[in-house]
């Protein structure tokens, strides 16, 4: 069974940052592509940021140069590191992956606009 569990949200200001973690169980973590989404009610999920499995990383337009991502293939855990945060950034953060044609998303962390 694959399990994604995410923490690290929380309130913030503007310019402000947060670092996002997703532990994952049940994959043979250091094979498998992890991504960040992020989601508002109403709003399908959008991608953040992806790693593969050797580093390679891959980042939306919005969140470039703000946002990293980076993995612990030891710790089975991946990161997202957000700086410069603003009120658009707010959301519910979830982490994904895929093994073989099956997709796990986390719960997700929500990260929120202190304003």
């Known amino acids: 069974q694959v399990h994604l569990r995410e923490s690290g949200g929380g309130l913030v200001q503007a310019g402000g940052s947060l670092r996002l973690s997703c532990s994952a169980s049940?994959?043979?973590?250091?094979?498998?592509?992890m991504n960040w989404f992020r989601q508002n009610p109403g709003k399908e999920r959008e991608l953040v940021a992806s790693i593969t499995g050797n580093g390679r990383t891959v980042y939306a337009d919005s969140t470039q140069g703000r946002f990293t991502i980076s993995r612990d293939n030891v710790r089975n855990t991946v990161y997202l590191q957000m700086t410069n945060l603003n009120a658009g950034d707010s959301a519910v953060y979830h982490c994904?992956?895929?093994?073989?044609?099956?997709?796990?998303w986390g719960r997700g962390t929500p990260v929120t606009d202190s304003a």
């Open positions: 049940g994959i043979n973590f250091k094979l498998h592509d």
């Open positions: 994904k992956t895929r093994r073989q044609r099956v997709v796990f």
